[in-house]
Structures are given as C-alpha cells and as structure tokens.
C-alpha cells in the first residue's frame, strides 16, 4: 500500500461539510482532515500475548466508546475497536479514520506490511493516541519507537501504586483541566531512555510519592507526552495500566483531550519544550583590545518596549585595566559603570554612558575584593515618552577613605533617544544610604516595577561572608572604626537600615518618592530604647538579592538570593549554604541572618566570645539583640520560602524536635525538591513569562505554554537549576513548593561556548528570551561576556486551523 492511496483518503471531504464522501482518488486534491466530518476513531487491540482479552482492554474501549458519546456536539465521534492488524492494509477503512488507538500489550503486533500501513496513514496526517502497554508494541520498530516516544525499562514496577502526577502543561486539552498535582494510583513505567526534549512532555510522575524500583529514571520522569511525528500527530500516556483508570474522571479528561488532538477536533501545542525548537543567538561581539565597546562586567539587563535591551557593567574594566586597591589612593576602586544600548534592528551596540564608581577591584581577600559599582538598571514605566532610566550604583565621589564608608543611591537620568546617550548631566537622586566598603560583599542591585508604577529595589546585606564559619552573618565582633562588617543584624536584621532589604517606594515625577501603602513598616514606628523602622523597606531579612521581578499581571514579586558558605549543615550552629528563591505576596521578613529555607534557625553567639553557641533563634518571634542594631529588637515573623537549594540537594529538611529545632543531621536530610543540587552556588531568579504580553505578530516569541512559568536559575551551569518552575497560586506565598519543574538547559545552553555563567535573563517585547553570560572570570569581562537571545523556531499550534475536523473551535 502507498502513502499517496491513503493520502488521498485521508484528505478526502471537507471540514465544515455533512457526511463524508467514501474516499476516492479523485478526491485527492480536496484538502480536510481525515474522516471529514464523520469523526472517526479505531481503537486496536490486537495482542502478541495468548490467552484471553484482557480487562483493561475491555475497560479502555468502554471508556473511549464513553467519552466519543459525550460532551459537546462538536466533539463527539465514533468508535470502532478490532483485535484484527489486518485493518492497516485496508486503505478504505484507514482513509476514514481521524486516530487510532493502541490499547495493546507488548509484542510484534502488527507484520511489516501491516506496519507500512500505519507508517502510511501517518505521514498522510493521521493521529495516534498510545496508550500504556503500547508502548511494549512493536519492540524492533525504530519508527514505532519514535511514534511512541521511548520504551520501558524491563525493570518498571509490576505493582499498583498511588503517586502524584506533576501537570505541567496547563493549555493542552488533554491536562488543561486536570489538578496541578494530581494524586492516583496505576502501574508506573519506567522508561529506558528520558524523551523530554525530543517529545514535549506534559506531565511527570513525582518520583518521591512512590517506590520507582532500580531503574528510576530521576526527578525528570515523563508520564504523559505528545508530538507532530512523520506528518501526523501522536499522544502517549503510560497511564491507564489499571481497570479503575478508566473510571476515574480525572483519567478520562486526560483520554478525551488527547483524543480531541490526535482527531483534529481541537488544537494543541506539542512542540512548544523540543529543544530542537529553540535558537540560542550570541548577539554581541568580544570587545576591542582596551575598549568596553560591546560590554562591560555584565550585571543586569532591561528590554525597552521598542525592543532595544539595555545592559550594565559593574565597574570591573577587562584584565588589561589596572586595579587599585591601596586605600592611600584616591582612585581606589575607581571603576566605569557602564550603560550598553543594543539595537535589534541595526545589530548594533551604542555606549550610552559611563558612571565613575567605586567598584573596579576584585582578587585576593576579604578586605581586597569588593562587589559595589552599577548594580541595577530600569526603565521608567513611561519610558517611550519621557526616556527616564533608574540606576542603582555607587558613586566613587562619595567615599570617605578614613571611615571606608560610601554613599549608595538610585538616581534617575534621560535618554537622547535620538543618540542612545544618557545625559549625565540630568541625574535626579531618588533614594541615598550609607554602606561600608571595608570588607566585601554583598551588594545585592536588582530593580522591577509592578502595575501601580511602584519600583522595588534589591539590595544586599552590606556583609562579609567571613567570620561566622559559612553559617549566620551574626559575629558582632568585627568591625573598621566602629561599623560592624561581619553582622547581618546590622543590615539584613534591623528594622532601620535599608541594607539586605528589597525597598518598594512610588518615584514622582520630579525625582523624588512617596511611599506606597503596604510596606512592611510606616517609617513611623519606635521602641522603647530608640529602635525605629524605615518606610521604604518592603522586605527584610534577604542576604545577596540580584536579581527581583515582578509579575506584571499579578503584581507578586519574585525573587532570589545567594545564602553563605558552609557546604554542610552543622549540628552546632544550623543550615548549610541555601541559596534561595521565594514568590512574594505581601511584605514580610525572610529570615536572614536568623533562619533560612523553610523556616530552619541558625544558632545566636556569645559574647565576649563568638565562637561559643548560645540558644536557637525562634522563626516566629525572632529577636534582633545585636548590640549593632539601631531598630526594633522584636522583628516580624519569619515567612517560609519557597525554593531553598544547598550542595547536598534541593530543599534539603530534617527531623524536628519538640522545640522545632532541626536535627541538621546529614544522614536524616530528606531532599524535598530532587531537582535541585548546588555545591559553588549563586541563586539568579528569573522572570515569569506571559505570551499574552508579547507582540502578536512575532516570529520569535516564546509559546504559549510556558505562560505563567517562573525562570529560576544560578551563575553556574553544572549542577545548579537552570530552570521553570509551576507555583500553586493557593499556597505560593507562604513558602509552598514549586508543583512542576523542567530543566532548560538545553534550550538556554550551558558549557563554555554556550551560556555558562548566567547573569540575568529576561523576556523582550518580542518574546524572545535575552540572557547574559558574565564570562569567564571574576571581578572582570572577557571574551565570553556577551548579551544572547533566545528565540523560539517551531511554529503554531497543530493541526492548523484549517485542518481542524467539522471546524471546531480551538
């Protein structure tokens, strides 16, 4: 049997029309989905195995006859089922078909004319929905195996098990109305080979809710996938292993909308996570020999509405520049902050401005090394009419050498928007505060706007990572001239300094601020012995927050930070390293320096000697009792976050005892979110996508699926989560877990020519993701800083809108 013959079945009728006309070849050239109007649906049973028909075969074909007898007119259609393979070579009976189904145990099913056949319908449009054990069928087939999309491993449990099904595509018919985290029991397949990426997955089983057996394949374990395959359309799912699958409601509203895509009745987008899909384009060039005419250090990005992408460099020249760091002279950390301007219609990159800052220095210690300069960039919400740019840098005119004490700042400028050149000379100071420049780091520098015209502003806790073994930044001690170094409860802890905070204030127009309803203080608030409160704080208790981004639609922030050093948790003083990501719903405390990841406490210390523990600080009634702290000792409640990930894992939690204390015992960790592992870590929080909210006639833009997905990421692209992430809107701001995850590192690449060292990422107008790749050393650019865009290639959704079966809506 040809391919033309059924083709010409296949085409035949038309979409819109009454019943369809028995398939000729002189109807060929007529151009409609299988079946026409009479949708038509086989289910194939045929089984390699002797004995008897199996129940679940009875059940599915019940359940299929069920679902093509109900719901709307427009979705309905007919069933036929056969144990008989002899069907693939009736070319009449196929060219009436709009899918078939394999609801077949294991086995050569099917000879090789038989297999021609159904090679035939598909390349002439056909669909196929598979169905569990189909997925043992045809075991020497190469194309049956890519019509399926992967095999089971002979070591799949045996047993029925109740786990819980991550539903990641939240659009495609077949999940769109199923729970975010759906909870059920069936016979779960593991699978030889992992297809996310060569199929486009659109749910996973969680492996932690049940015992996978030796050949678990991991946190990323599809369930549920769908793809465009040889001209037709293909939906697997290796559940429905159970009679009581096919009673269970939730399972047929699975079956239906897989059933609604492979017939055409409806559209769906089964390509949208191939990564073969997606173009990753380095958009700038390495810098001239001495010149930042591409790119400086890279620190962060914004995308203008016209498309061009604003990018900043910190302060750090290329290695050929000098570094001073005697503090005898007055250019210590002298630096350019630098403002790039890449225009996508030329291709071509404009320097918009250079800030003298302090923070060209880096290398060697704690008292060398220094993380100020050009931290942030936004673009007034106005900006295509007023050409305001925000930055958030500190200016090197404003140290003071003596005290090593700086001034940081936001400041607003204009924008030639005929040369891309910043006018210096219109800076307007919005929001100044003190920061030490002593002893390194934490310099935080992220800003966002949300719908109200509020910006938010991230700022470190102004700390070294010295002196407290890795664990709490809570050593008093240490200190240049009075100013404490080494103590977040200083900064991060204390109600009256604006550092280790994410600020929220309203900026006017003529440069100055008000302050928004809601804030986590008034600015008003006092304590007996002097404590006061800073209006413009939104968000306390964050260590190194480079990066926030607010959800336009939602108006819920996002962000995350970098945690310390231990690599291990201690039994003495608490947690290990946790970078961390939380979804912010109101103002609130996250913790630092008192506790971290799901509300676990570090140890307080003594005085006069530090090294020696005193008690657990309490996560709900946490006390600032530092003798650095100038605010209110009795500081808000400690609010869980969402995303925590040390070098042991992700979400690493322990044992509690009747206190709520932790037992940090390595051996009793139990890793709540397994896709997560750290080790050298630095949290690098994403934006949330929204197709709605990109240009309609964009070739490049994202898709649809991955609206509402929150990008979370790290610097570093070995083990660290370069990853989207699924919230459930229910529990998201009081610390609940991320409900589905997948990785993106084959699409945004990782490795020393692709994206290794990401350092901000965010959507253009074009729904294009822009990225930037800090480099390849520290303090510095060099030749692998770059801007990159990201781009989707794929196409729509299918089958196309003029292919969809009776005309039915999408």
Known sequence: MTAGFVTAG???GTANAGPAPEPTLTTMSVKSPPGGANVRVLIFHGSAAPGGESP????????????????????????????????FTDEAKLGRLNAIVFLTGGGDVLDPEQEAGLEAYMEAGGGFVGLHDAARAEPYSDWFTGLIGARPAAASPTAVQRATVEVGDRRHPATKDLPLEWKRPDKWLNWTRNPSGEVHTVARVRETTYQPGPAANGWDHPVSWCRDYDGGRSFYTGMGGTVSSYDE?????????????????????????????????????????????????????????????????????????????????????????????????TKQVTLAGELTVFGNKGGGDELVKVEEGLLGIELDPDFERNGWVYLHYTPHSGIDRETRMAQRRVSRFTLDPATDRLDLGSEKVLLEWPVQIHSCCHAGGGMTWDSRGNLYIATGDNNSSGFSGGYSGNNPQPNYQGVSFADARRTAGNTNNLNGKILRIHPEPDGTYTLPEGNLFTGRETAEGGGKTRGEI??????????????????????????????????????????????????????????????????????????????????????NESPNNDGLVNLPPV????????????????????????????DQAAYRLPWLKGGGQA?????????????????????AYWDGKWFVGDFYDADQPRNAVLMDPRNQGDGGLPVHSESLKKIVPVGNDGIRNLMDWKFGPDGA??????????????????????????GGPTPAADQLARGAVR
Not at 598 to 623: A, S
Not at 683 to 698: H, K, L
Not at 769 to 794: H, I, Q
Request: charge should be negative; hydrophobic fraction near 30%; include cysteine.
């Open 249 to 345: 409601t939730d399972f047929r509203t699975h079956l239906r909308g897989a059933l609604l895509w492979a017939t055409r009745i409806a559209q769906a987008d089964c390509k949208a996570t191939i990564t073969g899909n997606y173009k990753a384009e380095r958009l700038t060039q390495p810098n001239q020999p001495g010149r930042s005419d591409q790119i400086g250090e890279p620190h962060g990005l914004v995308t203008a509405p016209d498309g061009r992408v604003f990018y900043i460099g910190r302060g750090g020249g290329d290695s050929s520049q000098p570094v001073v760091t005697d503090w005898n002279d007055p250019d210590i950390g002298k630096g350019k902050g630098q403002i790039h301007v890449y225009d996508p219609r």
């Open 10 to 12: 296949l085409l035949s």
């Open 56 to 87: 679940v075969v009875n059940a599915g074909i019940e359940a299929i006859e069920r679902i093509g007898l109900t719901g709307p007119a427009n979705e309905r259609f007919r069933v036929e089922a056969t144990d008989d393979a002899s069907v």
């Open 538 to 623: 939104y968000v306390m208790g964050v260590r190194n927050p480079a990066r926030i981004f607010v959800d336009q639609r939602t108006d819920v922030l996002y962000a995350g930070w970098v945690g310390p050093d231990a690599s291990a948790p201690s039994t003495t003083w608490g947690p290990a390293k946790y970078d961390t990501f939380a979804v912010i719903t109101e103002a609130g405390n996250r913790g630092w320096p008192y506790c971290m990841g799901n509300k676990q406490p570090y140890r307080d210390r003594n005085l006069p000697d530090p090294t020696q523990p005193l008690g657990w600080y309490d996560c709900d009634h946490p006390k």
């Open 683 to 703: 949290a690098m929080n994403g934006p949330v996508y929204r197709y709605d909210d990109v240009a309609a006639d964009s070739a490049v833009k994202w898709p």
């Open 639 to 666: 609010t869980g976050n969402n995303i925590w990930y040390s070098p042991q894992g992700g979400a690493p939690d322990f044992p509690r005892d009747a206190s709520g204390v932790p037992s940090y015992q390595q």
């Open 769 to 794: 993701l822009y990225v930037l790749d800090y480099g390849r050393g520290f303090f510095t650019s060099d030749a692998k800083s770059a801007l990159w865009r990201v781009t989707y290639t794929g």
